[in-house]
DNA sequence: CCCGTCGATGTAATCGATTCCACGAGCGCT
DNA sequence: AGCGCTCGTGGAATCGATTACATCGACGGG
C-alpha cells in the first residue's frame, strides 16, 4: 500500500508538502498542491489513519458498549448513535456487553487501548474499577439509557415516571387490582427505577406492590418466561404483568401461551420500551415508547462537545404510554394508534430519517 | 497515559526489555520480568493498541458490512461475527450500510484507511470500484449472506432452494395456487436467488409466477408495505405472499391489516428468514430459517485463515421451512412447531451460547 | 588460559503520518 | 540599496510501540 513517501516522490515533493496538501494547509504553491493531488490519484494514494492517530493522538472514533444488541431497542439506539456521529465526523466501534459484566470490561478495555477519543456507555452494572478509574481520569465519556450514581459523567436518558403513571392509570382504570413487575437487574438504574416508579403509581391509587409480585429478572427473554411462570404458579396470581424491557416481555408472552392462557383475557400485559413488532404480536401489546433516536443523538452530541472542550450536557427526554390492547378493551373514547393512516412499522414517535 | 518509557523508567530496564516482557519474549531474566511487571501495575500501564498496529502491520480488527443492522438477521449475524471473532484473538467493527451502497462505499473505506486485517462484506449491490479493487489488491475478504459474482473471494452463506421448494409444496398442498412474490434488489445475489428459486419451485408443480405477482422491494419494511398495497389492487389478487425477507413480511402484514383484511384467511403470508418475533405475530408466521449463528461464526473462520495465510473456504449450508400458521391451517399431522415444551423464543435451529 | 557461545540487555532504526523550525527567494518600504 | 516580511518548502523530531543488531559478562571446552 502506497504511503506518504511514495506520493512525494511521484509527485517531486516532500513528505511535508504532501501533509500539508491533505490537510489543506493554506501556504502551499498551486502547482505543488495539482502536483501531488496528481500523485495521490495515480497511486490510489489514502493517508494511513493508525499512523495519523499515532501522531495526532486523536482516532476520531466514539466507542458504544451497551448492555444487548439483540435487544430491538439497542439495536435502534446503536444505529442513531452511529448516524449522529457520522454526521459529525466520527466513527463508532459498537461493544456488545450482552449483559454480562466482564464483557462489559473486555470492550471497555479494548476500546481504551484503540485510544477512542471518547466513550458511550449504557452500563450492564455498578461499573467495573477499570470504567471508573477511566472517568476519573478524564477520559471523556456519557452514559445513555443507563448511568452509574455518583460518578460525574453526563446522563442521556428518558424519564418514564410519567408514562408509568399513565400505565398504572390504564390498568386502574381497566379494573386490574393485582398487578406485578418483572423487574430488571437491581445494579441497573433502569432496572431500580422502573420498579420504584412502579410502586410509587400504584400508592398512588392504593394499590400495593408485595414482594411476592416482583420478579426478578435480568431483561433477557429467558428470565421474563421464568418470571412469569412463577407468577402463574402463585395461589393469587396477578391480573397484570408489566415487563420492564421489550425481551422479558416477549418471554412472558411465551409463558402465557406454554400455559394455554390468553392476553388480556386471562391476564394483562405492558412493557416497558416499545418495538414495531409490539404492533404485531398477538395481541399488540401496549408499551412504554421512548425517544431512542433522539435519545442516542442527544448522547453524541453531549460526547463530542466534551470531546472538543465544551460542557456537555445531561439531557433527560420524557416516555410516552403507547395503549395497544394487551391490558384489554382500551377506551372507548381513544382511537387505536396505530390505524391504518399511520405507517405502523414505525414505533410512533420517532422520526427516522431513511427507510 | 503512561507509555512504554515510562514503564521502563520505573522498572529501571530500557524500553526494549519491557517490550519483550509484554510480548512474552524467552530471554528476559526472572528479576527484570517481575520488576517489569510491578511497574506496570503500579502505572496502570496498557500498551497503546494504535502504535503497535503501526509497527507490525496489524489490528486484530475484522470489519463487518452489513446491509441493514436493524433487520434481526443481520443483527443475529453481526452478533454471533463477533463472537467467534472474539473467541479467535479479533475484534470487530461493524458498518452498517442500511441497503445503500454510498453508505457501503463509506464504510468499507473507513475501515480499509483503518488498516482492518480483513473484511466481511454482504454486499448492498454489485460492487463498488473501491471494493472490488481492496479484493484485487489482496485485502482478506470474505462474503457473508450476499455476494458478488465473478469475484474471487469466499462466500458463506445459505442455500434456500430446497427450503423454497417445501414452500411451495406447501402453499400448493393448502391449495394456494395464484402466489405472489415481494423481492428483493436486483443487484443483490439473495434478491435474485430467492426469486429463481421460487419461480422454479412454482414451476414444479406446473405454476406461472406472471410479472405482476414479482413485486420489487429493497428489504426494507416500506416496500414490502407498497408492493402488497399493488397486489391488493390487482383485479385478481394473489392467494400467498412469499417476502424475501422478513422486514418486508411486516411490512405486508401492515398494507394487510390496513385494508382490514386478515392473515391467512384473505391472503396468505410466508417469509425468508425466520426470527423470533414470528412466533408472536398475529398470526405466527411461516418462514425459512438461516443457520445464522453459523454463518457467522463460518464466515469469521474462513476470514481469519484468509489472514493467516490458510485457504479460506466457502461454505453453504441449508436453510429449512418452518411452518406457522400464516398460509392456512398446517397439516394436521405434523404438531405446531413452536409449541410450548420448546423455548419459542428462540428461532429453533438455533444453538445460542447464552441466554 | 583463551576463545567461542549463549543469555540478558541496551541502542537505535523503523512504521507513516504531522508539525516545528530553518532557510531562501521575492517583494515592499524607506 | 538594504532591511524585514511573507510565502513556499524541506529537514528532522516526534508519537509509542517492535525488533535487528551490538555489547557484555559468564561459562565451558580444549
Sequence with gaps: MASIKDVAAEAGVSVAT??????DHPSVSADARTRVLAAVESLGYRPNAVARSLRTDQTHTLGLVISDVMNPYFTELAR???????????SVIIGNADERPDLQDHHVRNLLDRRIDGLLVSPTDGGSPLMLDAARAGTPMVFVDRWIPGVDVPVVRADGRAAVRDLVAHLHGLGHRRVAIIAGPAATTTGRERVEAFREALQA?????????IGQGDFQAESGRRVTE???DLAEPPEAVFAADNLMALGALDAVRARGLRVPDDIALAAFDDI???VHTDPPVTAIAQPTGELGRAAVRALVDRIEGRPG?????PARLVVRRSCGEPYPASPEPDSAQAPAVQPPAENRSHT
Excluded: I, K, M
Excluded at 504532501?18 to 490537510?23: A, E, I, K
Excluded at 450536557?313 to 427526554?317: F, P
Design 18 to 23: 504532501v501533509s500539508r496538501v491533505l490537510n
Design 80 to 90: 442513531s448513535v452511529e448516524e449522529e456521529a457520522r454526521a459529525l465526523g466520527y
Design 205 to 213: 391509587h392504593g394499590l400495593d406492590l408485595p414482594d411476592a409480585y
Design 230 to 232: 412463577g407468577f402463574l
Design 276 to 278: 414495531p413488532w409490539f
Design 313 to 317: 450536557e445531561s439531557v433527560t427526554l
